[in-house]
């Protein structure tokens, strides 16, 4: 089975961006040092062209005809004999040339091909005889063969060497711009994630609302209906410029204050009343004494628990019960919510707080509790996991406490149409732990 990745047009054009520049700066890095070993090889060679002829001019003019230089051969013409040096070529020399001058008295200097071999040859008169002195250029040449090499292999390891700088520099300057649209991309997922709940807990109190006024006019009937209206819009409000303000909280740069998490989560408790109702789920918030301050942003905590919250919701069947708990400790404020829904694997705790995972059962994409995680990094607060399949599960985060308020209060909140006598109900122990499937 072949598995086909998805289109991706942003990041096809950052790799094509970052080859292009990879091989911008190979082909500047390369261009140089090629032009930097032309001038070189240039410069070697005019050296030794200019030594050789100065070398040969020399020992045209004075070197004595037994005892020339190394590598240096001289030849007389006299009354239409050659007369050379000892060990000369018998190729040599040039006899057209030494000819020519004999006859004109004008000097020649040449590059000759004699025998397979390459010559440097200078012909001209010492007194009123012709002389041809000749040099081997095979050292030379060998020699400019070896630079050559040497330069082709710098010219390949210099590629291969701007190939690599290329490629890291590349990486380098793109981050940003990866970065950017990851931001982005993530930014439009915590949007989508985040106005979904409150958005729709609007929607059903809204139902609520319009039915109420159906079946009876009198507007004081839905009075408390519309205060919730109106208290889950400014809370909606709070939670689009908490995402714009997503950046400076993940940086904790962001400045916190005193907030009641256990206020917040009454709140929170109450506004998802009106869909546990129509769910058939029955919340049960409890509170222990003392307070329960924390050092936070008090719309970012709650988009927390409101998060918890969701997830409990939709992993609970009708019938079935969410608890809410919040107690407090010497250095730390506790809340935790927990359900008797589907629960989760144990094995899948740490990896629903990753963005774009969920856990088997959800069909989700996990931005959820991606969000809540990376809330309580900010808070330097922790959030723990714990469940089994069919059991239920539990998610409890940690926050460190700020000033004490040493009056307790307690409370207990039961959805209208969940609400049961406190004689017919035997209280469930909340549990503190981690919890349940990605949002």
């Given amino acids: 089975m072949t598995t086909r990745r998805s289109f991706d047009p942003e990041r096809r054009l950052l790799i094509r961006t970052r080859r292009r520049i990879t091989a911008q700066v190979a082909a500047v890095f390369s261009l140089a040092v090629a032009l930097i070993g032309a001038l070189v090889y240039c410069v070697v060679v005019d050296e030794q062209d200019a030594t050789a002829r100065r070398d040969l001019a020399v020992a045209a003019m004075s070197a004595p005809m037994d005892h020339p230089p190394p590598c240096v051969w001289l030849f007389e ?59 081997d250029l095979y050292y030379p040449i060998t020699e400019r063969q070896r630079l050559l090499r040497t330069l082709c292999a710098a010219e390949v390891a210099a590629l291969l060497a701007a190939l690599l700088i290329g490629q890291v520099l590349a990486r380098r300057a793109i981050a940003p711009l990866g970065e950017a649209l990851d931001r982005q991309r993530r930014f439009t997922a915590d ?36 205060d919730r209206l109106v208290t889950g819009i400014g809370q909606l409000g709070e939670v689009i410029e908490d995402l714009l303000l997503s950046t400076q909280l993940r940086q904790r740069r962001r400045p916190f204050g005193p907030a009641d998490l256990a206020a917040l989560a009454e709140e929170s408790a109450d506004a998802e009343a009106a869909r546990a109702g129509q769910r058939g789920v029955t919340i049960d918030l409890r509170r222990g004494p ?150």
Avoid: K
């Fill in 77 to 135: 013409l006299r009354a239409n004999t050659v007369r050379s040096s000892p060990g000369a070529p018998e190729s040599l020399p040039v006899r057209e040339t030494l000819d020519r001058v004999a006859a004109d008295g004008r000097t020649r200097v040449e590059v000759a091909e004699v025998g397979g071999h390459t010559y440097l040859v200078r012909t001209q008169r010492r007194g009123d005889v012709p002389l041809q002195a000749v040099m």
């Fill in 191 to 226: 949007v989508s994630h985040e106005l979904r709940s409150p958005l729709t807990r609007l929607h059903v109190r809204a139902q609520l609302a319009a039915r109420r006024l159906r079946r009876d006019p009198d507007p004081l009937l839905v009075a408390g209906d519309v």
């Fill in 290 to 439: 003392g307070d329960h301050i924390v050092c936070g942003a008090p719309s970012a905590l709650r988009r927390v628990i409101s998060a918890l919250l969701d997830n409990a919701l939709r992993h609970t069947s009708a019938g079935g019960h969410i608890w809410v708990t919040v107690c407090s400790g010497p250095e730390s404020v506790q809340l935790s919510v927990r359900d008797d829904g589907v629960g989760l694997d144990p094995r899948d705790g740490e990896r629903l707080f990753a963005r774009h995972v969920g856990a088997p059962h959800t069909g989700g994409l996990g931005i959820g509790l991606a969000l809540v995680s990376e809330v309580m990094d900010a808070h330097g607060g922790t959030i723990h996991v714990d469940g089994r399949p069919g059991a239920g599960a539990t998610f409890t985060i940690r926050l460190p406490r700020a000033a004490p308020d040493p009056a307790p209060r307690l409370s207990r909140i039961f959805l209208p149409s969940q609400a049961r006598s406190e004689t017919n109900r035997t209280p469930e122990a909340t549990a503190s732990g981690p919890g349940d499937a990605s949002l």
